[in-house]
């Protein structure tokens, strides 16, 4: 069955360091997601990406986080300058089109900022 | 704005016996809603959805949930406990009618845990 993946599964970074997460979508899907949880907390939307571009983003995607899809298959998540706050899971998902259909997510990067 | 409230961060059943998870939304306009699961060090499953006709839904390894619009309510249901069943459940809910790229918006979750 497709699934979606990402790598790496942890990530350890020095505060101020620029980090990239990489996802690999389910191939037919059109429609791509990054969301966070901070450890104890629930799971928070960062951003949406649909034809090649940012369809909706949270207060949390500032100017220090970007997103790409570089090539027909990966789709990253670039924070530029750590922050301890920015310590987390991250998952990626992915639907298809159809406005009834469910999110496919990874198992998501553990990043810690020391 | 659209939220989700999952009553209690913990619940422990005997295995089983029945498993009862609880989630209230608040929406504006007509929700899709959905549970998800999570192992632990795996990512989010889908266990089910509600979007339109029939308000008792079943999803995988035997959970069902029903919507009630009246009690803004989809909680999760299984009549008996598996040892296997122990893990997080998060319930979520998007907008109807905004696109297909719609965010989630996820409850804080419910541990459940079983025990023999």
């Known amino acids: 069955e497709p699934e979606v993946t990402q790598t790496p599964s942890h990530q350890v970074t020095q505060m101020g360091q620029e980090v990239i997460l990489r996802c690999v979508p389910i191939?037919?899907?059109?429609?791509f997601y990054w969301y966070r949880q901070i450890l104890g907390q629930k799971v928070e939307f960062l951003v949406s990406?649909?034809?090649?571009?940012?369809?909706?983003k949270s207060e949390i995607f500032d100017d220090q986080f970007s997103v790409e899809r570089p090539d027909g298959s990966n789709f990253t998540l670039k924070i530029r300058s750590t922050k301890l706050e920015d310590s987390a899971m991250y998952f990626c998902?992915?639907?298809?089109?159809?406005?009834?259909?469910?999110?496919?997510f990874g198992p998501g990067t553990r990043l810690t900022v020391l | 704005a659209q939220s989700v409230t999952q009553l209690g961060s913990h619940v422990s059943v005997s295995e089983g016996a029945l498993v009862l998870l609880r989630c209230n939304y608040s929406?504006?306009?007509?929700?899709?809603l959905f549970w998800y699961v999570q192992y632990p060090n795996q990512g989010l499953q889908l266990l089910l959805k509600?979007?339109?006709?029939?308000?008792l839904v079943k999803g995988i390894n035997g959970f069902e949930a029903e919507f009630k619009k009246s009690e803004t309510s989809f909680h999760l249901t299984k009549p008996s406990a598996h040892m296997s069943d122990a893990a997080e459940y998060f319930c979520?809910?998007?907008?109807?009618?905004?696109?297909?790229?719609?965010?989630?918006?996820f409850g804080a979750g419910t541990r459940l845990a079983v025990h023999p």
């Open positions: 979520a809910v998007t907008k109807t009618f905004s696109g297909g790229y719609n965010k989630l918006i």
């Open positions: 509600y979007t339109t006709g029939a308000t």
């Open positions: 998902a992915s639907k298809t089109s159809g406005i009834y259909n469910e999110q496919f």
């Open positions: 929406s504006s306009v007509p929700p899709y």
């Open positions: 191939s037919n899907h059109l429609y």
């Open positions: 990406f649909y034809n090649n571009e940012i369809s909706e």
